[in-house]
């Protein structure tokens, strides 16, 4: 079965920190792995996906299927980064996105 | 491009009414779309997969006949909440699949927050 998985809840670091939110994930074959990002009141979109290898905002999320990890990382939080991240997974031959709980990311200044 | 809206944004009904919910993807066809249904700062339930021109898949324990789902267009799915209770106000979220690519990128509607008293 596939599944994602977010240990943590909640992040809560200092503006200019550097930011980890881990994803880990199940899944027998070759997936798709995404970020998305949800800032308060708006609506979920899309940061990143590991086969775009891109940075965006600043994060960025490197595949790792020896630890079935995805881990997003950003050097320098800012306070904008304030947001609830999920992390999904896609299978192939799976229409559906599977995502994690979510972690809620605060930077206090 | 790829906007995906929802109608109502808010809706208030009593109890034992019907609601309906419109998921539209505004520059982009769709044959898939899905709908969720999300509480209070937690995850993502997905509910269903919307798929034009066939019935719809839904998540193990989500009731069909509770929640109904029409895709009548490359453009557009509705969600029907039927004979609504207190316990399905929640914020339900749809998101649409681009017809053009063939990727598993989901792209979200704002959301509609359903209150039933």
């Known amino acids: 079965a596939q599944r994602v998985t977010q240990p943590e809840k909640l992040l809560s670091v200092f503006k200019g920190a550097p930011v980890e939110l881990k994803c880990n994930y199940s899944?027998?074959?070759?997936?798709?792995l995404f970020w998305y990002v949800q800032y308060s009141r708006q609506r979920l979109q899309l940061l990143l996906r590991?086969?775009s290898r891109e940075s965006i905002k600043g994060f960025t999320a490197d595949l790792n299927k020896g630890e079935t990890s995805f881990h997003l990382k950003k050097p320098f939080a800012q306070e904008e980064d304030s947001a609830m991240y999920y992390c999904a997974l896609a299978g192939a031959g799976f229409q559906k996105l599977v995502f994690g709980t979510g972690t809620r990311l605060l930077v206090s200044p | 491009g790829a906007v995906v809206s929802q109608h109502p944004s808010r809706v208030i009904c009593k109890s034992g009414t019907s609601v309906k919910i419109e998921c539209r993807s505004l520059d982009f066809q769709a044959t898939t779309m899905f709908w969720y249904r999300q509480f209070p700062k937690q995850s993502l339930m997905l509910m269903a997969t919307?798929?034009?021109?066939?019935?719809?898949?839904?998540e193990q324990g989500v009731e069909k006949d509770k929640f109904l789902i029409n895709h009548a267009s490359l453009t557009l799915s509705t969600l029907t909440v039927t004979s609504a209770h207190p316990e399905d106000s929640s914020f339900y979220i749809c998101?649409?699949?681009?017809?053009?690519?063939?990727?598993?990128?989901?792209?979200f509607g704002p959301g509609t927050r359903l209150t039933v008293t």
């Open positions: 998101s649409a699949r681009r017809n053009d690519r063939f990727d598993y990128e989901q792209y």
């Open positions: 919307s798929n034009e021109g066939s019935k719809a898949t839904y």
């Open positions: 590991h086969i």
């Open positions: 899944y027998s074959g070759s997936p798709e």
